[in-house]
């Protein structure tokens, strides 16, 4: 099992940054890769970044040149640097463990982004 707690989310103005993290504990050397996905109001959750084991790093297009998702192995801990950020970016956040076949989620943690 795979618990992840995820911090750093709150309110700030358009063309702010805010640093998400996401501690994973657990069988931590089981996990294929992790993510950030967000949930708007009304909308489907959708994959923000990604990190494998390996190192690779994926971006959805609308966040592409502003986030950077990085980790620190030795902290078990993955982290999204969000700059110049858009009120389109509001959303909650979530933190996500490829686990096998299994997927584990953080509690999720809010960002807003006011005009």
């Known amino acids: 099992q795979v618990q992840l707690v995820e911090s750093g989310g709150g309110l700030v103005q358009a063309g702010g940054s805010l640093r998400l993290s996401c501690a994973a504990s657990?069988?931590?050397?089981?996990?294929?890769?992790m993510g950030w996905y967000r949930q708007a109001p009304g909308k489907q959750r959708e994959l923000v970044a990604g990190?494998?084991?390996?190192?690779?790093?994926n971006y959805a297009d609308s966040v592409k040149g502003r986030f950077t998702i990085s980790r620190d192995n030795a902290k078990n801990t993955v982290f999204l640097q969000m700059n110049s950020l858009k009120p389109e970016d509001t959303a909650v956040y979530y933190c996500?463990?490829?686990?096998?076949?299994?997927?584990?989620w953080g509690q999720g943690t809010q960002v807003t982004v006011s005009s």
């Open positions: 996500n463990a490829k686990w096998g076949l299994l997927d584990y």
């Open positions: 657990g069988s931590i050397f089981s996990i294929n890769a």
């Open positions: 990190i494998s084991r390996g190192g690779s790093t």
